[in-house]
T-cell receptor, first 112, second 116 residues
Framework: DQQVKQNSPSLSVQEGRISILNCDYT??????FLWYKKYPAEGPTFLIS?????DKNEDGRFTVFLNKSAKHLSLHIVPSQPGDSAVYFC???????????FGAGTRLFVKA | EPEVTQTPSHQVTQMGQEVILRCVPI?????FYWYRQILGQKVEFLVS????????KSEIFDDQFSVERPDGSNFTLKIRSTKLEDSAMYFC??????????????FGPGTRLTVT
């Protein structure tokens, strides 16, 4: 079941630069998308979400972009900080529904 | 800040035994979920629970699994007869509401289940 794909298992970025994490999905019925951050030995922490009626949502250093025609979304972190180093999961649901499908995650390393 | 809690943090059990994983969701939340993450794999949805009944479940959530909200605060996941492949990190989550298609799930720290 690869409805949500994060094709980059890892990403390394210099502190202060932009981090761009990508996510693709195949289910056109998905209408709500979320990004979670996860540190080792902790549960996922909600970062930011976007509804399919929007193409951009911004919260502080985090911006999510949604391209419905390409079935693609991305998370931009600007500026990146060493504390941002974690695994980032893209997730999606349909009908704002109960069942959230997660991608495999991208491990972000922010170098000081 | 309110948080989802889970106990125990680590559970070791023998194959074939029953286990109960416990969660205390955030107190005013209405929707409850269980997910699991097998080591090195993605987080997988198991089940959602609302208004004292299962609202959705995945194909993973077979007859060996059950959920219950025995009182106003706890939310439990029971695995009736554990298998080796049930070894995973189990996460509980809760949500306040689904309004206008917007919601966020708050996750607990997880219970690591090891089946030997």
């Amino acid at each position: 079941d690869q409805q949500v794909k994060q094709n980059s298992p890892s990403l390394s970025v210099q502190e202060g630069r932009i981090s761009i994490l990508n996510c693709d999905y195949t289910n056109s019925m998905f209408d709500y998308f979320l990004w979670y951050k996860k540190y080792p030995a902790e549960g996922p922490t909600f970062l930011i979400s976007i509804s399919s009626i929007k193409d951009k949502n911004e919260d502080g250093r985090f911006t999510v972009f949604l391209n419905k025609s390409a079935k693609h979304l991305s998370l931009h972190i600007v500026p990146s900080q060493p504390g941002d180093s974690a695994v980032y999961f893209c997730a999606a649901s349909e009908n704002g529904g109960f069942k959230t499908i997660f991608g495999a995650g991208t491990r972000l390393f922010v170098k000081a | 800040e309110p948080e989802v809690t889970q106990t125990p943090s680590h559970q070791v059990t023998q194959m074939g035994q029953e286990v109960i994983l416990r969660c205390v969701p955030i107190s005013n939340h209405l929707y409850f979920y269980w997910y699991r993450q097998i080591l090195g794999q993605k987080v997988e949805f198991l089940v959602s629970f609302y208004n004292n009944e299962i609202s959705e479940k995945s194909e993973i959530f077979d007859d060996q699994f059950s959920v219950e909200r025995p009182d106003g605060s706890n939310f439990t996941l029971k695995i009736r007869s554990t298998k080796l492949e049930d070894s995973a990190m189990y996460f509980c989550a809760s949500t306040l509401q689904k309004a206008s298609g917007t919601y966020e799930q708050y996750f607990g720290p997880g219970t690591r289940l090891t089946v030997t």
